[in-house]
């Protein structure tokens, strides 16, 4: 996963992720501000020119990891590879390592890019998780390459520009509109995060030929100086809907979704704003809207409170009043703990979008979900060539004529950022060819008769290791008791899990909701060692491990592999001790003995990206108050900085010591006490504090 989705279209500002238009338009003082402000085109020119004045190998090495995370976040990944390895040469920081690693994967270059997954996976043991489904992501693309879908791909050259062009949508049958950041969009000032110009809707219209015409502005009450793009348009024609960010407003502009309509005389009105999250709508980033034919339903990604990762896609519905209701989260079938974009519901009947969660190439890839009882479900990766190992999204498809019905399955177009083409992102066209039949063999005279042979047995049917699993929730005894027990409960619904096969011949990284009582089923490899990842928003992850490894079978006999997942349920500010974790008298350092203990934390925080804890240290009461309370200090903070060690962001880390103030026995100031009795208050705990 490249993690360069922002810049790919724009959208880290622009197009549904907000953060802050406004600064993007101010000139930086110098290398650091620039990059601090995310105006990383300009940052990249400047920190090349810092790393070039200073001989010092530890300056250099930091210096050249912000000039490969600038040119990754400005979607040049081949110059973020160079800069990667840069800093790799000097750095001992593991993420360098995972950096460089995505970084090959995103341009394709698989063999070296599980060589330093690898790598970063014997150096960062807690995050062995990612490392692992990114190996298995890779093994798959190189299947993919080797046998490509029916699928011909062809840049659209005369319609892209040097520049970002996306998202194309139609009109009509032989109308196009779609996004770029080409010259000719308006305004004058650059986008600092790219070094384009703000994006625009553009408009082209096709030749009887099937050739793409000029392009034009599309409409300048919509177009402004700011960005606006992803559009999507009602059957008649007649309103649209897309994305604009940024305005003449002081404070930093939130991503939202605009629709405007058409008057008779066919000019486009002013646009209004959509109103989907009610209270919270300033704080939420919503954009790349797609109206349903029968303009009932809008689907749309967003960054809501309570979603499933970075972005996930949502829908509304028009009510019988004419009013749209509430939005609704497509859930975790389609949604995963990343990013999910760009839906469009193809003539099919299918639901197409943008993912780098599922397993995929390298970057975004294009999936396919069926519609089944109302809910959404079993997303399919399109596969190469569509997709590739670059970012890929934005799927249209476009009526086949009659005279190709029997040749041509389906055609289209769609958006990548894939090598060779003419700027950051194209516009490329796509046609599913039919398979042909081989021509029969012509028949040849019979010269003698030949005794027949016995047919050949057919072969025995294979063993089947089937993975039958349950995932459990542990909550608490009494629920508005913080301190009561844990017990095990019933089954969690919609648990999901992550299959990933671990043996080097495996390729198996599988990703299944469970059922509403928990349960979930795989088919596994032979002789296979596997990882199995349940997670569940509002919960502790855990992963356990099975295999097929010496679990023989007669053919055609099922073997069945068990497992049970049991997720621990998150409750914010109870406090979890850590065992084993001692300090010596006196002193704050992590003694090798407590490692292991910090090194399951965090584990657990890789497993749960999405929450912060406060480490906290106790003390007995023993030895003065302002004394315990800063050997406690100390002693938390050296915690926080073992796991900032491991790879964990510090915003997601807080330091507290409670000195001697909150004892969980008798034993205060002046009771005489047992040395077991002390220890009791000697702990070290965290707590959940946000989610």
Not at 165 to 188: H, I, K, Q, Y
Not at 630 to 646: F, G, M, N, P
């Amino acid at each position: 996963m490249l993690n360069r989705i922002a810049p790919l279209v724009l959208l880290a500002c622009l197009l549904c992720f907000g953060v802050g238009c406004k600064t993007l338009f101010q000139l930086p003082l110098d290398a650091e501000t620039a990059y601090e402000t995310k105006q990383y085109a300009v940052a990249s020119k400047l920190l090349i020119d810092k790393y070039n004045a200073t001989d010092k190998v530890s300056e250099q090495a930091d210096i050249a990891y912000k000039i490969g995370e600038s040119y990754r976040l400005s979607n040049q990944p081949s110059k973020a590879e160079q800069w990667y390895k840069k800093a790799l040469e000097y750095s001992t920081d593991t993420q360098v390592t995972l950096r460089y690693a995505q970084m090959l994967q995103g341009n394709g270059k698989y063999e070296e890019a599980m060589s330093f997954f690898k790598e970063y996976s014997l150096s960062n043991p807690s995050d062995r998780l990612r490392a692992n489904k990114a190996i298995q992501a890779c093994k798959q693309a190189k299947l993919w390459l080797k046998e490509p879908t029916t699928h011909e791909v062809q840049n659209l050259g005369a319609l892209n520009s040097n520049a970002s062009d996306f998202a194309p949508v139609f009109l009509e049958e032989d109308e196009m509109v779609f996004t770029s950041s080409r010259a000719e969009a308006m305004g004058d000032k650059e986008y600092g995060w790219t070094g384009e110009k703000h994006s625009d809707l553009f408009f082209t219209k096709q030749s009887a030929a099937g050739n793409w015409g000029t392009v034009e502005a599309f409409a300048d009450s919509i177009n402004t100086v700011y960005n606006e793009g992803t559009a999507s348009f009602t059957a008649d024609g007649k309103t649209v809907y897309f994305t604009a960010c940024g305005s003449d407003n002081d404070a930093d502009d939130y991503c939202q979704i605009y629709y405007a309509q058409r008057n008779e005389e066919g000019a486009w009105l002013l646009p209004e704003r959509l109103s989907l999250f009610d209270d919270i709508e300033e704080e939420v980033n919503t954009g790349q809207p797609y109206i349903t034919r029968d303009g009932k339903q809008l689907y749309f990604s967003a960054d809501a409170p309570g979603g499933l990762g970075d972005k996930d896609l949502y829908r509304i519905t028009m009510g019988r009043d004419g009013f749209w209701g509430m939005p609704e989260n497509l859930g975790p079938e389609i949604n995963t703990d990343a990013y999910e974009g760009f839906p469009y519901i193809a003539p099919d009947g299918r639901l197409y979008f943008a993912s780098n969660g599922h397993p995929g190439m390298g970057g975004l890839d294009i999936f396919a979900a069926e519609l089944d009882k109302k809910q959404w479900r079993n997303p399919v990766n399109l596969q190469y060539p569509i997709n590739s190992s670059a970012d890929d999204l934005s799927i249209i498809f476009q009526p086949v004529a009659p005279e190709m019905i029997d040749s041509i399955e389906a055609q289209g177009y769609f958006s990548s950022s894939r090598p060779g083409g003419k700027g950051s992102d194209d516009i490329y066209s796509f046609v599913e060819l039919i398979p042909q039949p081989e021509p029969e063999p012509i028949d040849t005279p019979v010269i003698a008769d030949v005794p027949e042979k016995d047919p050949t047995p057919p072969p025995p049917k294979p063993v089947v290791y089937e993975l039958r699993a349950v995932v459990k929730q542990k909550v608490l005894s009494n629920p508005d008791d913080l301190n009561s027990n844990l017990v095990v409960g019933g089954g969690l619904p919609q648990a999901i899990a992550q299959v990933l096969g671990l043996s080097l011949s495996s390729s198996l990284n599988k990703r299944i909701v469970a059922d509403d009582s928990g349960n979930f089923t795989a088919i596994l490899e032979p002789n296979t060692d596997y990882s199995i990842t349940a997670t569940k928003n509002g919960y502790f992850s855990q992963t356990v491990q099975v295999s097929t490894k010496g679990k023989g079978g007669q053919p055609g006999q099922t073997v069945v592999v068990n497992a049970e997942l049991i997720l621990e349920k998150i409750y914010e500010r109870r406090e979890i001790v850590l065992d084993n974790i001692y300090f010596d008298l006196d002193e704050s350092y992590i003694r090798e003995d407590a490692q292991p203990t910090l090194n399951t934390l965090a584990t657990i925080l890789f497993e749960n990206p999405t929450i912060r804890i406060e480490m906290g240290s106790h003390t007995d009461s023993r030895g003065s108050d302002s004394y315990n309370s800063r050997l406690s200090q100390e002693r938390a903070q050296s915690t926080v900085t073992y796991l900032i060690s491991k790879g964990i962001p510090q915003s997601r880390l807080v330091a507290r010591g409670y000195g001697e103030t909150q004892l969980t026995n008798e034993c205060d100031d002046g009771v005489s006490c047992s040395e077991e009795q002390h220890q009791q208050n000697r702990r070290t705990s965290f707590k959940v504090i946000g989610q």
